[in-house]
């Protein structure tokens, strides 16, 4: 390499021409086409040939006279047909040198200039040849044709990147849309742009979707969404998880059909000789006020000086069967959802509110559990049996307790359900006593709060007699040696207050130290029911859980064969995504609803609780709607934990699930 060679390099993947102005143990000193002095180490160029320019004709003659080479070259390198001669020469599979390769494409004149076109074209073009400074080799025709899609591909999302922002841009300036795009290419954006919102970074096109996004200047964590409720993509108040966790509450048809199909065959509920009809018994169910899915019911009878407790849960196992279509939907849903503006049920509403309803007048199979109790109402024995069943009364909360100290079945309901917890107090029940908030959506879209004593005498008495009824079913499977979905709960890692003698803060914070509960085949204590043994099984058309287990009962009962240990373990491992779904969901729709409430009542002045104090805010519980938050910290107040205290509601947003409080 000597001083005054014309040479080629790469910079910013363009092809520059420069002239050597000085060499010094392999680093060049350069002058450039564009007139800059670099500095570059030989390894770095691209072509150099014997052509030279006098140092001494001044620096602005070099440039002129570079830039003439460059022209010529970038000339010559038109006149190169990569395609055709990789039509030639894909055949032979091996590496071409660049004075070979420069003959075929300038076979009466091949020199430097010549060099360098071939060098620039096929640089410009990588689509044919495989390119190593010097030499080249030609793809096979899989290859181009792989590449050649690829290229295309490019093209495509580079159009749509430029067309969609620009698209997307106008919809954000309320301007018209650019000419160029059509309703297909509209309908492709919306779904790039739907797609990225719900699954962001996972989903296929999300490079694309940020590309445009950024083109349009639109701030996708607060912008995005308007701009799809605009485009009807989504309502204002859509449920965002339902869609990213893609959860419907349509069935498919073959399942309606089959749930139609149950309905209108012939029932013959004691055919199988082994259930008992228990039809004269006045059964009555007590359930909210909006319930259309009854799966229990209570009864109660006095025999001589004893009572006859009895625990009735319909049968969803005589409907549903194990392996059917039914029951695998069923199980990949894993539970019904509850949210303040609708339900997804678990089972068709055919069955869930018809068949397998509890329905007042209407002959059910169920699974009876009856309880004989002493005069002052300790537990004597219990059965557990297949019965016949027709609920005489559907009474809600608000009916039992209005009834609560004069209607003498009401009142003994209660005693059972009070000497019940007693037991469990003296067991080391862990008793939590908070009021429920409840949110919900009349038929105006208006929004209703209001907060549920979980301890009213209607309540209290279901909720215990249901802790009963598991308990029982749990000593039953356990003491035949059948496996289960057995709850159990170690210990809470403290204790705040002893029985029910806890203020709402000890309450709330009880939690905190609770234990997580343990679910496997086999029995063992649950601490925070302060029972021995415990399963779930009175809510069989809600919970795939309950129907499971309440299958093991039918096992015991003769009516059908019982699932293994093996089975239960494989069923409580597949039920651990969708009920860990089914809690996330129904938690943040709650959430979302209530903060839509809080909405409307910015500046309004709110009582709260101290529950912690941490670097740079207090945790407090605001007690009309049960909510935590954080209260930034005030110059000069200092709070401690349960301190009560007055806050303004400051800023409230649903859909960014911001709510903010001042000390007020």
Not at 12 to 24: D, P
Not at 218 to 244: A, C, Q, S, Y
Not at 633 to 656: C, M
Request: proline share 3%; with cysteine.
């Amino acid at each position: 390499m000597e001083s005054g060679s014309i040479v080629e390099y790469i910079d910013r993947q363009k092809i520059l021409c420069a002239v050597v102005l000085e060499v010094k143990n392999q680093r060049l000193r350069l002058l450039t086409e564009n007139n800059r002095e670099i500095k570059l180490s030989v390894g770095r160029l691209l072509h150099k040939d014997k052509t030279r320019l006098n140092l001494s004709m001044g620096r602005d003659r070099m440039v002129d006279a570079l830039r003439e080479v460059a022209s010529k070259r970038k000339a010559l390198h038109t006149q190169v047909d990569i395609k055709d001669l990789w039509e030639v020469l894909n055949t032979e599979q091996v590496w071409i040198d660049l004075a070979t390769m420069t003959e075929f494409c300038f076979p009466d004149s091949p020199g430097g200039d010549q060099e360098s076109a071939v060098i620039r074209a096929f640089f410009d073009d990588k689509l044919y040849f495989k390119f190593n400074l010097d030499q080249f080799f030609p793809n096979s025709a899989q290859q181009v044709e792989r590449l050649t899609a690829q290229r295309q591909e490019e093209e495509r999302k580079n159009r749509m990147v430029e067309l969609g922002g620009a698209w997307l841009k106008s919809l954000v300036n309320g301007s018209s849309p650019p000419i160029d795009a059509n309703e297909e290419d509209i309908q492709e954006f919306i779904n790039i742009l739907k797609t990225y919102y719900l699954f962001e970074n996972e989903s296929k096109d999300h490079v694309l979707a940020r590309a445009m996004i950024n083109k349009s200047g639109l701030e996708w964590t607060t912008g995005l969404f308007p701009i799809l409720v605009k485009l009807k993509v989504f309502d204002e108040n859509e449920n965002i998880d339902l869609l990213r966790l893609e959860i419907t509450a349509e069935f498919d048809d073959t399942i309606l059909q089959s749930a139609e199909h149950l309905v209108t065959s012939r029932q013959d509920f004691l055919a199988d000789g082994v259930r008992q009809d228990l039809t004269s018994m006045a059964l009555i169910t007590i359930d909210g006020q909006s319930t259309l899915d009854f799966d229990d019911a209570l009864s109660i009878e006095k025999v001589a000086e004893q009572y006859r407790l009895g625990i009735h849960i319909v049968d969803v196992g005589h409907f549903v069967s194990k392996g059917d279509s039914i029951d695998q939907e069923a199980l990949a849903r894993g539970s019904s959802i509850y949210m303040p503006d609708r339900k997804i049920s678990m089972l068709p509403a055919a069955l869930a509110e018809g068949l397998c309803s509890l329905k007042a007048g209407e002959l059910r199979p169920a699974i009876s559990t009856m309880v004989n109790l002493s005069p002052s109402k300790e537990i004597i024995d219990y059965e557990i049996l297949p019965s016949l069943i027709k609920v005489k009364h559907q009474l809600t909360y608000y009916d039992v307790n209005l009834v609560a100290d004069q209607n003498q079945d009401v009142i003994v309901l209660r005693e059972i359900a009070e000497k019940f917890r007693q037991r469990r107090m003296d067991g080391g029940a862990v008793q939590i006593s908070v009021p429920e908030v409840n949110v919900w959506l009349a038929e105006d879209r208006s929004i209703s709060v209001n907060k549920i004593n979980r301890e009213s005498p209607g309540r209290m008495l279901v909720s215990e007699i249901m802790i009963l009824a598991n308990w029982l079913m749990a000593r039953f499977l356990a003491e035949n040696g059948i496996p289960a979905i057995f709850r159990s709960q170690p210990d809470p890692r403290e204790r705040l207050y002893k029985g029910e003698e806890g203020t709402l803060f000890q309450n709330w914070m009880q939690r905190r130290f609770l234990s997580r509960f343990v679910l496997d085949h086999k029995s063992g204590k649950h601490s925070g029911l302060g029972l021995d043994a415990y399963v779930t099984a009175t809510s069989p058309i809600r919970k795939y859980f309950d129907l499971i287990t309440q299958r093991q009962i039918r096992a015991l009962l003769d009516l059908e064969q019982p699932y293994t240990s093996e089975e239960i373990d494989q069923l409580i491992q597949l039920l651990q995504m969708p009920m860990g779904n089914v809690g996330k969901i129904q938690h943040g729709r709650h959430r979302y609803w209530l903060l839509k409430y809080l909405e409307q009542h910015v500046g309004r002045k709110e009582e709260a609780i101290v529950l912690n104090k941490r670097r740079n805010n207090y945790q407090i519980l605001l007690t009309e709607y049960m909510v935590e938050c954080d209260l930034p910290l005030s110059g000069g107040l200092e709070l401690k934990p349960e301190d009560l205290i007055q806050v303004t509601i400051q800023n409230v947003s649903a859909r960014k699930d911001l709510f903010q409080v001042a000390i007020g």
